[in-house]
């Protein structure tokens, strides 16, 4: 069993939606949660992160953590077709270990 | 100017050939970092190093090698390359009590 689990989707939503991103994970010694974008042919890049349990809001985007259920959230609201990207969470105990990643597809 | 950079960006070799992936940065960091990235299984750490004179496994180094010639340098080796390495490479690095790893664009490297 991966320490980070990720549903890899693909996941197509209409322009405007909200999006939900959800991962899993096993560690309890993860303190800090990531939220990576990587666009195609790129590197991915840092887009949120959280420490502990709670949300952090970033424009549209909100990151949620919940350390009573080990459970990772993204969530985009009015989402743009510029967000197409696929979308990787990533926790970090000693070491950052990675979810598969959610390619995330936004239709105009 | 890209802080990480890798060299090649995209590179086909054959099987049995030994192959250089090379990754600079600009950042100042100590910390930097080899994962692979393959369709379904996300990203997956090969090497790491916290500074020139510390190299350190990840889990899956089996069948490379890494050197890290300068603060600002890090290089992968493949020494006889084999078709399931196939794959999407990242640098990264990290400053030192950062939670942060900044990437590089990748190496896209298919062995025949």
């Known amino acids: 069993q991966k320490e980070v689990e990720q549903d890899p989707g693909p996941l197509s939503v209409p322009e405007g939606a909200i999006v939900s991103l959800n991962c899993t994970y096993s560690?309890?010694?993860?303190?800090?949660f990531m939220w990576y974008r990587q666009y195609s042919r790129k590197g991915p890049e840092l887009l949120m992160y959280?420490?502990?349990?709670g949300n952090k809001e970033d424009g549209r985007f909100t990151a949620q953590v919940d350390k009573s259920s080990k459970y990772i959230s993204l969530f985009i609201r009015d989402s743009q077709p510029s967000d197409s990207a696929t979308y990787l969470c990533?926790?970090?105990?000693?070491?950052?270990?990675f979810g598969q990643g959610t390619r995330l597809t936004i239709n105009p | 100017d890209a802080d990480v950079t890798q060299t090649p960006r995209n590179r086909i070799t054959k099987t049995g050939k030994r192959i250089m992936l090379e990754c600079s940065q600009t950042?100042?960091?100590?910390?930097m970092y080899w994962y692979r990235q393959d369709p379904g299984l996300g990203l997956r750490l090969i090497y790491y190093?916290?500074?020139?004179?510390?190299?350190n496994k990840g889990e899956i180094s089996d069948g490379y090698s890494v050197s890290r010639q300068a603060q600002a340098k890090f290089s992968l080796s493949l020494e006889s390359a084999i078709p399931n390495q196939t794959a999407l490479y990242f640098c990264?690095?990290?400053?030192?009590?950062?939670?942060?790893?900044?990437f590089g664009p990748g190496t896209r490297l298919l062995v025949l």
């Open positions: 990264a690095t990290r400053a030192p009590g950062g939670e942060t790893q900044y």
């Open positions: 560690n309890s010694a993860f303190q800090y």
């Open positions: 959280t420490y502990s349990s």
């Open positions: 990533a926790a970090w105990g000693q070491k950052l270990v």
């Open positions: 950042k100042g960091h100590d910390r």
């Open positions: 190093s916290f500074d020139v004179k510390d190299i």
